[in-house]
Structure formats: structure tokens, C-alpha cells
């Protein structure tokens, strides 16, 4: 018998990057993903996801009402964006904040989407003018305990989002890190891999973005970034921050965006 995850993709505060990056998923395509049985016998049944829905007002909320009424404690919560503070951002008749503890108390498990929702990314960037929280934080706030995985990213790649949809459907709950992070994406660090380790070894550091070297010394995150974008790249393989010439930013760290904390790591040393 076919086991069905009925799935609401709920957007908080966002700019909807996360969303047109999965969109963007070559294999499986979101095709497959949205109609196909990504495992034979399991998939997920896509119920809400205002960036490509076509019906939307109030037919388009009913369907967030009917789900939480008929398929309590069975469906999939994927959160992407963060979770602005009182007075900013409704959804309908409420909040986003009311949105999200609703959703959260009956679904089976969350996923935060993105660094945005993961943890506070740019949203909460200083001085955080619409006091915004990550996912975790909010609902930790509100004492609800459910599983979470979080697939950060500013934005997240596809390959992350589609394969822990995979390892969920296989396997159930993926191995996490301490930042519940899946370790099959994010186990090692970026600098472990980048092409440009041999230059910072030898220690020669680019002075210039045009430059040879390591680019450490103009800013790069690679050696306390754990992502596998050094041998995974982007846009279906064709290229990566570093491979561009531009320092890995940080992105899927919780310090993002406010980089001057990432230097306080104890983990890694130059």
C-alpha cells in the first residue's frame, strides 16, 4: 500500500530564494519530485506552496485548515523563511508567528528550509529591527517538541532539500548534527575540498579577487563551513563560489550574516 506524506510548504519571512533554487532541481526534476514517486510506494503529496500554486486567497488557506483537520499528526511542515517578530507579516487572518505554532503542534515532523528559517539568516541580521527568530527558536519558545531537520542555505541547494526528502521516504529521520543538519550534506568542511587548498597550504593568499591563492585573506569561509559545495557545485554542476573567484560566504552557519562571529569559532585555527 502507498504511503503518502501530505506536505504544506509554509513561507514566512523570505525572499522566496529557497523556493525557485528547489524549483530548479535537475535530477530528480520537480517533476518527479511533486508527481512522481521519488520511492517506489512513498512520496509526498504537495499540498501548499504559494510560489506555484495556482489557486490562492481563501481556497488556497482552506487548504491549510483542511489539512491540519484531517491529516493530524501525519503531515510534513516545511518552513522556509524566518519567523518575524509581533506586528510584522500575516498570512490571511494571522500572523506569522500564529501560522506557524497552528501548523507545528499537529504536523509530523518540520523542516526548516533554508538559513532563513534554520537560523534567522539575513532577517535576523544585526540590529534585527523585526526581532526575528529562527524555527527552532520560536517553537522552542512555545514548548512545542517535534522533530526538525534543518537544510540551511542563503539559498539552499536543491541537491539538499530533494536528498533528505529521499533519506525521510527510505529511511525516516536522517543523521544529524548538532545544528540538526543532515551529516550526508553537511558533515565535512568546505575547506577539506576546496580547489584552492593547496595555496593555503603553501600559504600563499590572494592579495586580490583576480589574484592566484587561497582566498582566506579576502574573507572566505571555507575552513569553518560545513556544506559539500566544493564537490557538489551549483546550477547542475557547472560551477561554485570559490570556482567564481568569490570567497565561500558562510552561508549555511548560524552566524550568517553577521560574519565578525564566525572568528570566534574554537574549532579551527589558522
Given at each position: 500500500?502507498?504511503?503518502?506524506?501530505?506536505?504544506?510548504?509554509?513561507?514566512?519571512?523570505?525572499?522566496?530564494g529557497c523556493a525557485v533554487s528547489v524549483l530548479n532541481s535537475l535530477s530528480p526534476n520537480i517533476k518527479n519530485i511533486l508527481l512522481?514517486?521519488?520511492?517506489?510506494?512513498?512520496?509526498?503529496?504537495?499540498?501548499?506552496i504559494p510560489t506555484i500554486m495556482s489557486v490562492s486567497g481563501k481556497p488556497a488557506l482552506d487548504i491549510i485548515v483542511d489539512t491540519k483537520k484531517t491529516k493530524k499528526g501525519e503531515y510534513i511542515l516545511i518552513v522556509e523563511g524566518s519567523v518575524s517578530g509581533d506586528g510584522y507579516g500575516e498570512v490571511g487572518d494571522k500572523s506569522i508567528k500564529e501560522n506557524i505554532e497552528e501548523l507545528a503542534k499537529d504536523a509530523f515532523m518540520v523542516i526548516c528550509l533554508g538559513t532563513c528559517s534554520c537560523f534567522g539568516g539575513i532577517?535576523?541580521?544585526?540590529?534585527?529591527?523585526?526581532?526575528?527568530?529562527?524555527?527552532?527558536e520560536f517553537l522552542d519558545e512555545k514548548g512545542i517538541k517535534i522533530p526538525?531537520?534543518?537544510?540551511?542555505?542563503?539559498?539552499?541547494?536543491?541537491?539538499?532539500?530533494?536528498?533528505?526528502?529521499?533519506?525521510?521516504?527510505?529511511?525516516?529521520?536522517?543523521?544529524?548534527?548538532e545544528l540538526l543538519r543532515p551529516?550526508?550534506?553537511?558533515?565535512?568542511?568546505?575547506?577539506?575540498?576546496?580547489?584552492?587548498?593547496?595555496?593555503?597550504?603553501k600559504g600563499?593568499?590572494?592579495?586580490?579577487?583576480?589574484?592566484?591563492?587561497?582566498?582566506?585573506?579576502?574573507?572566505?569561509?571555507?575552513?569553518?563551513?560545513?556544506?559539500?559545495?566544493s564537490i557538489r557545485?551549483?546550477?547542475?554542476?557547472?560551477?561554485?563560489?570559490?570556482?567564481?573567484?568569490?570567497?565561500?560566504?558562510?552561508?549555511?552557519?548560524?552566524?550568517?550574516?553577521?560574519?565578525?562571529?564566525i572568528y570566534k569559532k574554537t574549532y579551527w585555527k589558522k
Amino acid at each position: 500500500m502507498a504511503k503518502e506524506f501530505p506536505t504544506i510548504w509554509f513561507q514566512a519571512a523570505a525572499c522566496s530564494g529557497c523556493a525557485v533554487s528547489v524549483l530548479n532541481s535537475l535530477s530528480p526534476n520537480i517533476k518527479n519530485i511533486l508527481l512522481d514517486e521519488l520511492i517506489p510506494n512513498k512520496h509526498i503529496n504537495l499540498l501548499f506552496i504559494p510560489t506555484i500554486m495556482s489557486v490562492s486567497g481563501k481556497p488556497a488557506l482552506d487548504i491549510i485548515v483542511d489539512t491540519k483537520k484531517t491529516k493530524k499528526g501525519e503531515y510534513i511542515l516545511i518552513v522556509e523563511g524566518s519567523v518575524s517578530g509581533d506586528g510584522y507579516g500575516e498570512v490571511g487572518d494571522k500572523s506569522i508567528k500564529e501560522n506557524i505554532e497552528e501548523l507545528a503542534k499537529d504536523a509530523f515532523m518540520v523542516i526548516c528550509l533554508g538559513t532563513c528559517s534554520c537560523f534567522g539568516g539575513i532577517p535576523k541580521g544585526k540590529p534585527n529591527p523585526t526581532k526575528v527568530l529562527s524555527t527552532k527558536e520560536f517553537l522552542d519558545e512555545k514548548g512545542i517538541k517535534i522533530p526538525i531537520v534543518n537544510i540551511p542555505g542563503c539559498p539552499v541547494h536543491p541537491d539538499w532539500f530533494v536528498g533528505t526528502i529521499a533519506n525521510i521516504l527510505l529511511f525516516g529521520m536522517p543523521e544529524l548534527d548538532e545544528l540538526l543538519r543532515p551529516k550526508l550534506f553537511y558533515n565535512k568542511l568546505i575547506h577539506e575540498n576546496c580547489e584552492r587548498r593547496a595555496y593555503f597550504d603553501k600559504g600563499k593568499f590572494a592579495k586580490n579577487f583576480s589574484d592566484e591563492g587561497c582566498l582566506f585573506e579576502l574573507g572566505c569561509k571555507g575552513p569553518y563551513t560545513h556544506a559539500d559545495c566544493s564537490i557538489r557545485s551549483w546550477n547542475s554542476g557547472v560551477n561554485w563560489c570559490i570556482q567564481n573567484n568569490s570567497p565561500c560566504i558562510g552561508c549555511v552557519e548560524p552566524e550568517f550574516p553577521d560574519l565578525e562571529a564566525i572568528y570566534k569559532k574554537t574549532y579551527w585555527k589558522k
